[in-house]
């Protein structure tokens, strides 16, 4: 029998400092984003992306600090020892270095902060867009099929922080987080299904950010079309070894997974996969094709793109969607994008979202995707156990403003605007002193002879 392998617990940390997309940021950018219709404004941008506030990282942190944040509330969370992992790897699209491993940084804030020596663990960065992580994550699965680890756990690490020009369409789409997976044998949260996991790849420009440039270039439009295209494409190759392994395909598939989660650039995007998937595994049933043809929803002959949108105002998608789409997305409607943790904070969305109902033995499937282009369907079976990996998880609790009773601070619009300014070389002073975390604590000025760290960049704990 094969063994048990997946994600054992997860732990999330979002910035404290977050911009409120419908207050003075949308009466700012009006003129610039919607002809000076302030109104206009937040309805694209709640109702038309799905968001109405955006993490924002401020000057003593980046996506090392956040990784390890992440990391340390998986690891305390676990009750484990750090001494027991072998192999932590990060995934990221946004790293602090050309050629040393973010995961290396991680590691050394971990040893210092524990006071250990992890000196025989891996530590790889994953890079490829959105999809990172998740290539770790199954680097990190396989090697402990394989029977290649010494301890029994590893860390996967998604980090990023999402950057665009002010006073452009890509700029309420940013957003910044970490999120960590504790990965073992018998894991008490997700088993991952050995064999189910399918992979697309294809050499595409749809998003890209180019050597020297700290935001990405976008082509928008396209980029969806590559992401639905590639997305359907994984799908349909998922759905073929689900078929081939376990005899389940067409109605019986869409039955046998309870949950989706995909990647999330915006929530709106979940929505325009979910069309796409629930298509495709629709139009080969009998009975939904019944349902949504009494629902005027054209089957054939029509551009797929009318299709997907009448399919979308069907009571037939509402539902499903409402049930088994919806509630991984209400953690992202306040956050953002974090690009390589999309998909692992709607994961995380779910199940708090879920808190009270009995996930135990359900299939979870994981829709991830990285532009560039390639995407991941893979799918994971609820533990018996995994109440018990969530006690620490409350990330909706933490969201809410200091005010009413969370840890977010709202920035003002020319507060937001100068750490949006910020660089490597103009850090500046952060905005909320660092107090319990990782910090950012200087770049290296040193060249000489003795000793030579220009741009190095040094990390601490900041206790309190």
């Not at 040893?111 to 990190?140: D, K, M, N, W």
Request: net charge neutral.
């Amino acid at each position: 029998m094969d063994r048990a392998i997946g994600i054992d617990s997860i732990g999330v940390y979002v910035p404290r400092l977050y911009v409120d997309l419908t207050g003075p940021w949308a009466t700012a950018r009006a003129a610039a984003l919607s002809g000076g219709d302030v109104e206009k404004l937040v309805g694209k941008v709640t109702d038309g992306v799905g968001v109405r506030r955006m993490a924002v990282a401020d000057a003593h942190q980046d996506c090392a600090t956040l990784a390890a944040m992440a990391a340390k509330r998986v690891i305390d969370a676990s009750g484990i020892d750090p001494r027991d992992i072998d192999y932590l790897a990060v995934g990221t699209e946004t790293t602090v270095d050309q050629s040393k491993s973010i995961a290396a940084y991680v590691l050394g804030m971990l040893e210092r902060h524990y006071g250990v020596s992890l000196p025989e663990v891996g530590a790889p960065q994953f890079q490829f867009a959105c999809i990172g992580a998740t290539y770790a994550l199954e680097a990190a699965v396989s090697r402990m099929r394989a029977g290649d680890n010494t301890k029994p756990y590893s860390l996967v690490i998604a980090s990023d922080i999402s950057k665009y020009p002010l006073a452009t369409a890509g700029e309420y789409t940013q957003g910044a987080g970490a999120v960590a997976l504790l990965v073992s044998e018998r894991p008490r949260l997700l088993a991952l299904e050995r064999g189910l996991c399918s992979t697309v790849t294809r050499d595409e420009r749809d998003f890209f950010r180019p050597n020297g440039q700290t935001s990405a270039v976008v082509d928008g439009k396209y980029s969806i079309d590559v992401y639905l295209d590639c997305m359907e494409a994984a799908f349909a190759a998922y759905a073929k070894r689900v078929e081939a392994k376990l005899g389940l395909g067409g109605a019986d598939l869409y039955d046998a997974i309870d949950y989706f989660c995909f990647h999330v650039p915006f929530p709106r995007m979940a929505e325009y996969a979910s069309a796409r998937v629930f298509g495709q595994l629709w139009l080969g049933d009998p009975q939904a094709r019944a349902r949504l043809a009494a629902e005027e929803v054209p089957l054939s002959g029509a551009p797929r793109k009318d299709f997907e949108r009448a399919l979308t105002r069907s009571r037939l998608f509402r539902e499903a969607f409402a049930a088994k789409v919806a509630p991984s997305l209400t953690i992202a409607r306040e956050v953002g994008n974090v690009y390589s943790g999309s998909l692992y904070l709607a994961l995380a969305s779910l199940l708090e979202e879920t808190r009270g109902q009995s996930l135990a033995g359900r299939r979870i499937l994981l829709g991830s995707y990285g532009s560039g282009a390639s995407a991941k369907v893979l799918s994971g079976i609820v533990g018996e156990k995994y109440t018990a990996a969530l006690e620490h998880l409350r990330v909706h609790d933490e969201l809410r403003p200091e005010a009413e009773g969370g840890v977010r601070v709202p920035l003002s619009l020319s507060d937001y605007e100068r750490l949006h300014a910020l660089s490597d070389r103009e850090r500046g002073a952060p905005l909320l002193p660092p107090r319990g975390e990782f910090a950012l604590e200087r770049l290296g000025t040193s060249s000489s002879a003795e000793r030579t760290d220009v741009g190095y960049r040094y990390y601490g704990w900041i206790g309190g």
